[in-house]
């Protein structure tokens, strides 16, 4: 049975269809669902261009808008929880390593599952599987989910 379950986000397409099935998971098996993201320059300039509207390159990535545009991340992150339905979650902003921060929030949760997407906005070297869902299902201490 799944009574809790992480779910790692980063803005990206992939991640976002991940986030929703962690939530159809969640609802069919009234788990508990947290989710984190852990923002890197990559995410920071993908999402800082969705909010500003213009190219802002990775020198433009400064601390308060990377955290800025974390808390946007999370946000919308909110706002699919919602629309999948699930009013009961806990949200959270990492630092550091992603994967990393992943693992950490799962242990600290003891989840059953770690759910990510395949390919997200990190190192582009990682071209099959996403270097951060790779390490994920790689160090993981319970069942991964990896979405396309």
Same mark, same amino acid.
């Given at each position: 049975?799944?009574?809790?379950?992480?779910?790692?986000?980063?803005?990206?397409?992939?991640?976002?269809? #991940?986030?929703?099935?962690?939530?159809?998971?969640?609802?069919?098996?009234?788990?508990?669902?947290?989710?984190?993201?852990t923002p890197r320059d990559e995410t920071?300039?993908?999402?800082? !261009?969705?909010?500003?509207?213009?190219? %802002?390159?990775?020198?433009?990535?400064? *601390?308060?808008?990377?955290? @800025?545009?974390? @808390?946007?991340? %999370? &946000?919308?992150?909110? &706002?699919?929880?919602? @629309? @999948? /339905?699930?009013?009961?979650? !806990?949200?959270?902003? =990492?630092?550091?390593?992603?994967?990393?921060?992943?693992?950490?929030?799962?242990?600290?949760?003891?989840?059953?599952?770690?759910?990510? #997407?395949?390919? =997200?906005? /990190?190192?582009? #070297?990682?071209?099959?599987? #996403?270097?951060?869902?790779? *390490?994920?299902?790689?160090?993981?201490?319970?069942?991964?989910?990896?979405?396309?």
């Amino acid at each position: 049975m799944i009574t809790s379950i992480v779910v790692g986000i980063d803005g990206s397409d992939a991640a976002e269809r #991940g986030l929703r099935m962690a939530c159809g998971i969640a609802k069919q098996f009234g788990a508990a669902l947290q989710i984190i993201h852990t923002p890197r320059d990559e995410t920071v300039v993908y999402a800082a !261009e969705a909010i500003s509207g213009f190219y %802002v390159g990775v020198n433009a990535a400064h *601390q308060e808008l990377l955290r @800025e545009a974390a @808390e946007k991340l %999370v &946000e919308r992150a909110r &706002e699919v929880a919602a @629309e @999948e /339905g699930l009013d009961k979650f !806990e949200a959270h902003i =990492g630092h550091g390593d992603p994967a990393r921060d992943v693992l950490d929030r799962a242990d600290a949760a003891s989840a059953d599952l770690i759910v990510t #997407g395949r390919r =997200g906005l /990190g190192d582009l #070297g990682a071209l099959v599987l #996403g270097s951060t869902s790779h *390490q994920i299902s790689k160090d993981a201490k319970c069942a991964c989910m990896t979405v396309p």
